[in-house]
């Protein structure tokens, strides 16, 4: 592993643990030329599933754009970057273990919208009429009625 102060190739592992629920290897390592300690995270190699969109039109799996998606239904709401990862981690590896071929976006939109649910309220109703393609105001207020209800 290069060292990312001085460039060096030489380092030794001095911790190791556990990470992300056991999909990630957490090291701390240190340099043996310039004394720099840094971490690194070793995970395994994933090939993603293909996602079979509503109007029948295939496109690889993209953790970014999923990310992405979340993060806006996110934008001005008490959600950190962290749990917006998690989120994305959690449907991925979901995807992943389910579906190795092909998985439907309905799938995905539907995990999403169970885990927004219990982050923040606000962003799995925005999350939500995206992904449903809500068209007025009364969807909306159908799916406030049954987020309460579900309470």
């Not at 990470?19 to 300690?37: H, I, N």
């Not at 840094?38 to 754009?65: A, H, N």
């Not at 979340?70 to 008490?78: H, Q, T, V």
Request: proline share 4%.
């Amino acid at each position: 592993m290069r060292c990312p102060r001085c460039g060096s190739m030489d380092d030794r592992v001095v911790d190791s643990r556990m990470a992300k629920e056991g999909r990630a290897t957490r090291r701390r390592r240190e340099c043996l030329d310039c004394g720099y300690r840094y971490t690194t995270y070793e995970y395994i190699e994933t090939s993603y599933p293909g996602v079979v969109k509503k109007d029948g039109r295939r496109e690889p799996f993209d953790p970014l754009k999923l990310e992405k998606g979340i993060a806006r239904a996110c934008e001005k709401r008490p959600v950190s970057a962290l749990e917006i990862k998690d989120i994305v981690e959690r449907v991925t590896a979901r995807v992943a273990e389910e579906y190795p071929e092909e998985v439907s976006s309905e799938f995905i939109g539907e995990r999403v919208m169970e885990l927004l649910r219990g982050v923040d309220q606000v962003a799995y109703v925005r999350f939500a009429s995206v992904y449903r393609q809500f068209r007025d105001v009364a969807q909306f207020k159908e799916e406030l009625e049954r987020l309460l209800k579900n309470q």
